[in-house]
């Protein structure tokens, strides 16, 4: 609603026109970093980009930017936190697109930190001595979004008839690899359980659990959908994830219904996920669509409100299902009303029973982040390090 600033003190206070138990995080987000004003007004566009500049609080300071090249951060003198506690001077982004190309570079040492290693260049880094495999699981989940507003998965017997087919755990292990784990029907990463453990896994226990694999069952959901015989649809998925595609594909086949597999290029993926592009009927293009998303922060409204909740259902938001219920929507409305975890921890188990019992996503798997580190340096990643990467991350081994 508004602020004050007491220049003396330093201090922000916001004011807000409602309750809002998320708050707390946006000071850490991107939103709420601090820039030059003068500095952001003058350049206008060019601002944090190659053509212009970047001006914050941080403890590096901008040099240069070679467009699709090199970023060179040094340390900045004038930081808040003191420069002498910064043991690296200086930092060198390396822009490298291909990940064999980042596999040499890493090998060749003139790489010291490596993130997002793939399966498929795993074994060049687990080859090398002076460097450490590093990994850790984040917010990230990996799922199938099925189009809960056009056919044939307006019909959630359609979507529970797929979704039994599907062996999420041979997903898991076929595609996520050594480092991941197998995404239950909440679409929650496990280290969003942290409120109260025991709580969520008792919950999810008695979720109907969809993502074990049942001909049986998947049978009995397809004899009571809409389409008894079977049906098609086009399953959209990026050129570099098809592996996983046509391992689902296989599966589906099995009870008569056809999946089609439709490649959409990296640099289309955000339209996909945000909506951006409709047909002629205002629906999103895909009837399914295999997607992932990573939460802006470790609470579970980072999953639940973003991918569920029918205020996201516009263009620009998340909810890649199209899915709405307004019990559901009630429940999550009231975990921002108040900071007491325990209350907060029901409404969220009471919406997740909801969604999970209608299927609108088929949850697959959730990846680790994967890090190769030179042995020069000890990092310790944090479930937040995919949005707020940190130099306290990193430590020098002296």
Known sequence: DSFEVDE????????????????KYVPATTPCQI???SVVEAEGDAYGTNEGSVVGTG????????????IVLEKNEYWWGGADNLAIDKINFYVMKDAST????????TIDFAPGITNDVLPTYESLSNYNIIHDFETSTVFVALNTQVAPFDDVNARKALAYCIDSSLVQQSIGGEYSAKLDVTCLS????????DKWHTAVGEMEDYTVQDYDKAKEYLAKSKYPDGFEFDFYTLSANVPEAELIQSMVGEIGIKMNIKEILSADMFSYLYGFNEDENGNRPYQAFGSSWVSD???PVGNLKTMFHSSNTVPGCANQAMWKNADFDALIDKSYETTDDSKRVEYFIEASKIAADDCAYIPLYVPESVYAVSDKFTFT?????FWNFSYTDFQVNK
């Open 8 to 23: 003396k003190t330093r201090t922000l206070t916001v004011h807000l026109t409602q309750p809002d138990s998320t708050w």
């Open 381 to 385: 990643p944090s479930p937040q390090s």
């Open 102 to 109: 980042i596999a040499l570079a890493v090998k060749s040492g």
């Open 297 to 299: 922060y470790l609470d």
């Open 59 to 70: 403890p590096y300071k901008f040099v240069s930017w070679a467009a699709d090249s090199q």
């Open 35 to 37: 820039l030059k004003k």
């Open 190 to 197: 496990d280290n969003m359980y942290y409120m109260d453990p």
